[in-house]
């Protein structure tokens, strides 16, 4: 059974970074697509980008600002957020494709302010 554990969320002042890791258990990421979302208080979830074997994508709202990068060896991806601001702010996830299943973390909160 795959499991991912999402780590590295806190509170952080506007301008600066945090580094989300998605540990998966289970199963090797390697060949799978990994993608990072996140929801605000009273929104939905929404995507930031996704991280395949040699590509990765991003959304239009946080291309330049945040970056993602996979470790296979640690079977971690991870959510490298720069210029963090306070609508930055929201429950970080991570989920899993496998083509046949979707499979989600539990979340990581980040709260930037000041």
């Known amino acids: 059974q795959v499991q991912l554990v999402e780590s590295g969320g806190g509170l952080v002042q506007p301008g600066g970074s945090l580094r989300l890791s998605c540990a998966a258990s289970?199963?090797?990421?390697?060949?799978?697509?990994v993608g990072w979302y996140r929801q605000a208080p009273g929104k939905q979830r929404e995507l930031l980008g996704t991280s395949a074997s040699s590509t990765t994508n991003y959304v239009a709202s946080v291309k330049g600002r945040f970056t993602i990068s996979r470790d296979n060896a640690k079977n971690t991806v991870y959510l490298q957020m720069n210029s963090l601001k306070p609508e930055d702010t929201a429950v970080y996830y991570c989920?899993?494709?496998?083509?046949?299943?979707?499979?989600w973390g539990q979340g990581t909160q980040v709260t930037v302010s000041s």
């Open positions: 989920n899993l494709n496998t083509g046949t299943a979707v499979i």
């Open positions: 289970g199963r090797s990421i390697r060949l799978y697509v």
